[in-house]
Structure formats: structure tokens, C-alpha cells
């Protein structure tokens, strides 16, 4: 299956429209929740703990929702099969991606770059969802590490939609802000518009991966 075949499956645009939805609720949540938050102390756990954790159920969803097909493959154990196989499955996958907004920037040299740290939550969640995959259809030799073209591919993707979701919401974000005299719009949307934007990555992991057992 290629990334367009991938891209423009039934079960992806649905997963996609879902995702969609659930960013433009996560988007008024934040706000009203932004709004309500006083307390410097409360609105810096909401920053770094509240607004990571919901982040990481959004991307950790949309993985699960356009599995198998973000591997480029139609017929593979659900995965409800897979996250049966082990209780913990579901805590550790949440509490791995989670987890890597905390010590991302401790990594060097690229822990500066935050326009990395959504892609990489993608790329984490769907490593650990591919090795589900293959231990359940008893596939050994595999590779959880994509080549040098992959990575440069997806760092250079990062990278611009990273840049692009920037310009787009200092563009809107300026004009919400005067149009109901407030601040904040221009943090919320590129909040909301990177996670689609770089959401393209998944694909372009997976299917990396994908390769191996196609």
C-alpha cells in the first residue's frame, strides 16, 4: 500500500475526521480551562502535565484508529487482540508517549527542537504497536529503526509543518485576539493545527515499518 492509498482509505479519513473533531474540543477545552486557571502554579501543571496528557490520548487514538492501515496492510490481529494479550499493554503505551514529552529535551542536541517532539510521540507509539503486531503474527527478524533517507524525510517534514502551523496561527491568532479582545489564540491554534499537520509522519513511519511484513 502506498502513502496516498494510505492517506485516502475509508478507515483513515474517518480516523482523521475523528481526530479532527477531537482537536477542535481539546482547542475550546484549553481555553475555557485557560481562562478559569488563576493560579500560576495551577496553570503551569496545566501547561506541562494536562495539556501533554491530552495531547498524547489524541495522537495515541489516531494510531489506534487507522491501524493496520498506517503500516500499509488491510489484514492483521485487531487491536483489541493486541492490547488483550497483556493488561499493562494499554497503561505502558500511554505512560511511553507521555513520558517523552519530560525527557525529550534532555536528549542532546536535538532536545532543542520541539517541532520533533509530537512526530516522535507518533513515531514511539506506532515502535510499540508494530512490535504488538509482529510478536503477534510470530514475525522475529524486523526492525523498529527506519534508514537514513526515512529519518531525513521526517525530520525535514517536522521541521516545515512545524514552521507552517507557526505562520498560520500568528496569522489567525492575531485577528481572533482583536476580533474578541483577548490574547491566547494564536498558543491555541498552532496547539491545535500541528497536530494535523504533522500527522503525515505516522503515516510515513508506518509504512517503513510495514514494509517488512507486507
Known sequence: MTLSQSLFHQQTIFALFFYCISIIVALFLFSFIHEKLNHHLLQYAWD???????RTFLIISLILLIYPINFGIESAPS??????????????????????????????????????IIPL??????????????????????????????????????LFTHWLAKYF???FG?????????????TLIFKAVVLIMQSPVIFIFGLYLGKQIS
Open 79 to 116: 487491536i483489541n487482540e493486541l492490547l488483550a494479550v497483556d493488561s499493562k499493554r494499554p497503561s505502558l503505551l500511554i505512560n511511553m508517549v507521555f513520558l517523552l514529552t519530560f525527557f525529550f529535551p534532555l536528549i542532546p542536541i536535538i532536545g532543542k527542537w520541539e517541532e520533533l
Open 48 to 54: 506541562k502535565i494536562g495539556i501533554p496528557l491530552i
Open 174 to 186: 492575531e485577528y481572533l485576539d482583536n476580533l474578541y479582545h483577548r490574547e491566547g489564540f494564536q
Open 169 to 171: 496561527a500568528s496569522m
Open 121 to 158: 510521540q507518533g513515531i514511539l507509539a506506532s515502535m510499540i504497536v508494530f512490535r504488538w503486531l509482529c510478536n503477534g503474527i510470530d514475525i522475529e527478524n524486523y526492525t523498529i529503526f527506519p534508514d537514513f533517507k526515512t529519518i531525513s524525510f521526517i525530520i525535514i517534514l517536522s
